[in-house]
């Protein structure tokens, strides 16, 4: 089996409170992408996907998928994710 050239990876998108088809802010990069070795090799290598998230105050804890063979954790800061939005 070949590992396939593409990259599943996780991005952030803030939508309006009150009319949620309006984005407000799209991440220019993604806030998750694989890069550890069982991220990258199973049987879909170079996956990340979201399976939820929890979130107080600056923490968003995202739980995740990767290469569709472990179920992960990552803390990131709200602060730096949307500071990555366009």
Not at 5 to 10: A, E, I, K
């Given at each position: 089996?070949?590992?396939?050239?593409?990259?599943?990876?996780?991005?952030?998108?803030?939508?309006?409170?009150?009319?949620?088809?309006?984005?407000?802010?799209?991440?220019r990069a993604?806030?998750?992408?694989?890069?550890?070795?069982?991220?990258?090799?199973g049987f879909?290598?170079?996956?990340?996907?979201?399976?939820?998230?929890?979130?107080?105050?600056?923490?968003?804890?995202?739980?995740?998928?990767?290469?569709?063979?472990?179920?992960?954790?990552?803390?990131?800061?709200?602060?730096?994710?949307?500071?990555?939005?366009?």
């Amino acid at each position: 089996m070949t590992a396939s050239p593409l990259t599943y990876s996780l991005g952030a998108l803030l939508l309006d409170g009150e009319d949620p088809g309006l984005v407000l802010g799209r991440s220019r990069a993604p806030i998750l992408f694989p890069e550890a070795p069982y991220e990258l090799k199973g049987f879909f290598a170079n996956v990340t996907f979201t399976c939820g998230l929890l979130a107080e105050g600056d923490l968003v804890r995202i739980y995740y998928g990767a290469s569709d063979g472990v179920t992960c954790v990552a803390d990131l800061s709200l602060e730096h994710i949307l500071a990555g939005l366009a």
